[in-house]
């Protein structure tokens, strides 16, 4: 994908009475250059859907433990897990690759 043929970040978003502040204003912006990144490299969204998951995973077992330090990794792991799952569908809005699922 050139210069030319690069989505606006508007086409990329959901219907708007979907979406939700915190997403407008970080999550789609910050997922919207994930997303090209992925596209650039031929990464499907479902890739980037089990990524999120992972990270959202391990940002659960961070929470875990009783220890400021590993709290604030599992913050950074939760908010990277939200990132790549706003990534997940403005890739596929962007690509035209969706799945039944």
Known sequence: MNE???????STLKS??????IDLIFYRPVGYYWALLFSRFGITP???TVASIFLGVA???MFYFNDIYYNV???????WANTY?????????????KSAI
């Open 73 to 79: 990794i599992g913050m950074f792991l939760l908010i």
């Open 85 to 97: 799952d706003s990534a997940d569908g403005q890739l596929a809005r962007m690509t035209g690759k």
């Open 4 to 10: 030319k043929q690069k989505p606006s970040l508007q």
């Open 46 to 48: 479902n890739a980037v």
């Open 16 to 21: 708007a009475d979907t979406e939700e502040t």
């Open 59 to 61: 940002a659960g077992v």
